[in-house]
């Protein structure tokens, strides 16, 4: 009988397939256990959250992180996600000379609408793996903001979901107040 089997690539050889030219320049993928895979379309309103996210974290940081956007964050030797915005610890270099990691990220934020069973059953878990001290996932179906905290091997220990009319702050920054209703109106 055959077995069937999987090729597991690494970061480094996911680089080689783009330098090499086997993924596209303008490809929409990502790199997540090893799993080469393709990102789905952009929609407005998907788009248009992450500038109002941006807009927001901006405007209460303080200088306190660096914000970025639809960036790569290295998981581990065969896991290169790129999350829709991350609050990053700052780097004297503004992360020139490498991509962040797990022990560098306050807050990592996955804007969900055709997404949101993969965000949920592949990359939450790779995440908790990982160590990624708390993900937010803006929940678009259903209008709500998905919070797990306290990550471990399967995935997160604590989820807490809040409503339009409820007020959320990131683990590491208490006073950086955001209100659930001005994330999620049209």
């Given at each position: 009988m055959l077995v069937q089997t999987q090729h597991r690539f690494s970061v480094k050889d996911y680089y080689r397939m783009a330098e090499g030219g086997v993924l596209r320049p303008d490809a929409r993928v990502?790199?997540?256990?090893?799993?080469?895979?393709?990102?789905?379309?952009?929609?407005?309103?998907?788009?248009?959250?992450?500038?109002?996210?941006?807009?927001?974290?901006?405007?209460?940081?303080?200088?306190?992180?660096?914000?970025?956007?639809?960036?790569?964050?290295?998981?581990?030797?065969h896991s290169e996600p790129e999350p829709d915005v991350m609050l990053?610890?700052?780097?004297?270099?503004?992360?020139?000379?490498r991509h962040p990691q797990p022990d560098d990220v306050f807050l990592l934020i996955e804007v969900s609408d055709t997404t949101l069973e993969y965000d949920r059953a592949e990359k939450l878990p790779a995440y908790g793996r990982a160590g990624v001290a708390e993900v937010w996932i803006v929940n678009l179906h259903d209008a709500v903001v998905e919070i797990y905290r306290e990550p471990h091997f399967t995935g997160y220990g604590s989820k807490t979901m809040l409503n339009v009319g409820e007020k959320i702050s990131p683990l590491a920054f208490p006073d950086a107040i955001v209100d659930v209703a001005e994330l999620l109106k049209r």
């Open positions: 990502e790199l997540l256990d090893g799993k080469i895979i393709d990102m789905s379309p952009i929609g407005p309103f998907h788009g248009g959250l992450v500038n109002r996210l941006i807009r927001v974290f901006n405007k209460i940081s303080k200088g306190r992180w660096t914000l970025s956007a639809r960036n790569p964050l290295r998981l581990d030797d990053l610890k700052p780097a004297a270099d503004d992360y020139t000379s």
